[in-house]
């Protein structure tokens, strides 16, 4: 269910369907209409091709044959001429004399002759342009002639120019003509014809004849002796080749432009109702396509008549008559039937236009019913759109009512039915939403609640390091008037110093970038050691082994980083949680001085003790003094005193230097087993009458960097507590050992231990179980913060009468590391 | 491609007329040859030479090449052979070699005569010719021979029957719209070959 995003291709889309539609049904209706036209129109000219190309075949085959028939008559006719015996007679006469005449006297006789003939010598001329075979000739010429092969008198016609007979020397015998040459041994034509004496008939190709002044064109036949045995004599006849070939082609027409004409291989022109005798036609290349030895036709790229239409053309060999002229010349005759191709296709292409006409019309017709029967589907179609897109936008609507009885009615009813079930199921969802949504508004608010209840300040940034939430803690710690600080940058709200701040940028980056993260959860122990010492924040100082401490508003507060995961497509931000230490840290301090207080009273005890000794030497050899006389005693005495004297000067000495340190300590590498041997010699002169073995098993071990004096507390501390357990006598165990990059000091003593319920409390301030002026009940939380301090830990493991062990873990640290934290 | 077929069968064909008229040629070379003969040789005898030669090769050409070639549906033979796909009549081919002999300028000539010609050309020449035929058409096996002049010039002429060997010679000649006779049956004699030779003075 789409609801279109934007109007306009809805309103593209209205018309589709009943576009889609008409075109469609035109597609069905006109497109085969179309194709069927093309289809009728092209076949339509193949065959009217084919038929007009049989037919102009046919034509010019008839032509060629009638035109063949009328050459062989005209033949036959002028051979009619060599076969009078008298000229016969004649001309085996001449040759009979040409045997006796010597080729010496032969050549100046012809030459002499010719300029007779030329210089129209009357009685030469008459000689060849008067007598029987003259008359002969112009009878035959003139249509009287009458042969016994030819019942009628022969028409003939007035196309002959020339006629004369020469001998076999090529000499002029007879001629119609006076303008006639007088040797022709050298001519074509007649070489041809004579043909060494064998003799055969010649047709000369068409020319330009200067005489006559016109295209003419060569008939010339051999007279053959009596017996046939030689040529003696050649007739030749020229003819003009209009008027020749004119009856028989230019009459043939049809149609306009339809005509049928005649052309040599050469492509020129013989006869052609358009184009003049001699001309050429107009594209050569049609030449080699009309002009085969055999009958045909031939779409040709031009007509031959200067146009360059495609053309129908016909075409046909005069076979008989190429027999001739191809042996004469190599020249051959063809007829060319052509129409031009606006006529020859004329009907076809008015039958197309009108077809295409009524084609139109009937496409016209078409798109205006279709578009009505169209909008007749697409109307009822469109109504069950727009319900649709009602549907998509949730608004539910009257069922759709429609009665076209087919499938769209069928559709409005599934459409009706889906509009009720989505009805229903939006009316469930809406509900579900609300509810979600409040679930997540208690939970928004809970949350809030929450964070505001805890006492430490946490804030939250943007990734910009905008301040998107503050809890009321940090409200508080601030001092914010007013509430509203979203959005503020977090160190306009943070007056810190620049170098502060670039620490926290360069924080808050790593946070981002996830390679600074919140510590991980504590481990069972260090639970249990978060119960034993609650002052203690371990997690804190082992976070990143980095102390994260800041000055704000004079209170001094520890921080921790945590990243806030993003919702999708978003930077991550990053929280902020404060921890004011100020009250900590001072209680701390004020403890440790407390401690220092009490470890200086039982240095006082420890002096006392020390002092007593000697001092009661020097009063017993004092009052041995006063009653001894002899003075060498006195002397001994005095010795004694003064013995005893020195030895106190040294214990004060002593004492004074230790106090001294006490305060104004710094940091030095300190040996571990020599700080313990040193502390365990000053706590057993104190607990002399105990009867405690001590053993000690020390590994080598580097030194740390420490204060010595804070260190020797710590271990005074817990040694003096197994002393002070041991007082009927016992065992002291004390070992060193380095495991892992740590060293392991364990105190092993086989006391009373202590009782179970008792043990959870032994790091508390001021716990005890110990005697009024035993013990103040801030030993073990020195010794705790002492080696916590260090990076350190220390343990406590104890059964009732079976003694305690104390393990005290330092780091082995590098002392650069050390020096920072001290700092 | 179609009109190959027939040219390069008439190539063979003409091939084989050449090599049958250079032997024709060689042999009245042979015969005409005066000094090679210090007792003569008669023209009777170089006619019937020369005619049987020139019957033989018409024959052969009309039965094992035109008969055959028909038979077998290969190619037919037919007056207007050239431009068709075609090969000539045996009178043609008769007509051809006569030509070709008659350009080789040895004088010998030779050519097929009728007094029933479908072209009048064929008809007899000479009075001579005519009285041959006829005597011909009583008694073929006689060739008819005579000395015969045209001006000066004299020739020894004999003149041998030609009989109608094939069916296909028949039936063309009694259906030619130019034949002025069409009742020939098979043997019939149908015309004569003319030898000419011409007489040394």
Known sequence: MKVPKAPKPSEKRKKGLTRKLVLSMLLVGALPLLIG???????????????????????ATETARKLDLVIADELSRTALLTINANLIHLLENRRDALSEIRQETLTPLLQQESEAWQSKDLDFLSTIAEGPIVEELQRHVRGTYIDLGYPVPVITRSTTRSLYITDRAGRLVASLDAKAPYLHAEEDWWKSAFHNGVGQPYIGPIQFDPQHQTYTFTLALPIMDSLRYEAVGVLRRIYDAKEFFAPSIDIIRFGETGHVMLIDSRGVVLSCPILPTGTAVSDHTLIPLVTPMYPGWTPAPSDGHGGQKTSII????????????????????????????????????????????FGLLGVGLLVTLGYLAAHRIAAPIRRLQEAARRIGRGEFQEPILLSTGDEIEELAEEVNRMNQQLASQFAGLESQVELKTQEVKYLQESTTQILDSVPDPVVMIGPQEQIEYLNQASKEALVLKNGNVEGTPLFQLLQLDPPTQAKLRQEIHLVQSGVLTAPPAATPDQLIKKLHDPLSPVSWEHSGGDRRELQLNQRTYRYRWFAIPAPPGKEPGVGLVLRDITEESLLQDQLIQGEKLVSLGVLSAGIGHELNNPLVGVIGLGEAIQEEADPEHIKEYARGIVQHGKRMASVVRDFTGQVGKQFSEAQTLVNINEQLERTLTAVQSVFQSSPVEVRTRFAPLPPLPARPF?????????????????????????????????????????????????????????????GQGEGSGLGLTVAHRIITKLGGQIRLDSKKNHGTVCLIILPITSNKHMEHKES | MERDNPSVAQRRIFSLLAILILSSSLALEAATDPPSTPKGISPEKVADYVHAIVEADRNVYTTHIVKRMQDQGVVMAREDWE??????????????????????????????????????????????????????NANPNVPQRGIVATGKKQFFQAVYADKGISSSCITCHNAHPLSPKRDFKMGDVMGAVVITIPLED
Request: hydrophobic residues 40%; glycine residues 8%.
């Open chain 1, 37 to 59: 036209l093309l289809l009728a129109f092209f076949q339509g000219t193949q065959e009217i091709r084919e038929v007009s190309g049989t037919s102009f075949e046919a034509l």
């Open chain 1, 314 to 357: 016909g075409f046909a060999p005069l076979s008989n008559a190429n027999r001739i002229t191809q042996s004469s010349n190599g020249l051959s005759w063809h007829m060319f039937v052509w129409q031009s191709s606006e006529e020859l296709f004329g009907p076809i292409q008015h039958f197309f236009k009108w077809t295409a006409a």
């Open chain 1, 710 to 770: 804070e260190l020797g507390q710590a271990f005074t501390n817990v040694i003096t507590n197994a002393f002070q357990a041991m007082k009927d006598g016992g065992t002291l165990e004390i070992a060193t050992t380095v495991l892992e990059q740590e060293i392991h000091i364990t105190i092993r003593d086989t006391g009373k231990g202590i009782e179970p319920n008792h043990l959870p409390k032994v790091f508390d301030p001021f716990f005890t179980t110990k």
């Open chain 2, 83 to 136: 431009g068709k796909n075609a090969i000539p009549l045996p009178a043609q081919f008769l007509h051809y070699s006569s030509k070709i002999v008659a350009e080789s300028g040895s004088g010998i000539r030779f050519r097929l005569i009728s007094l029933w010609p479908i072209y009048l050309r064929n008809g007899p020449a000479t009075e001579f010719e005519r009285k041959a035929l006829e005597q011909l």
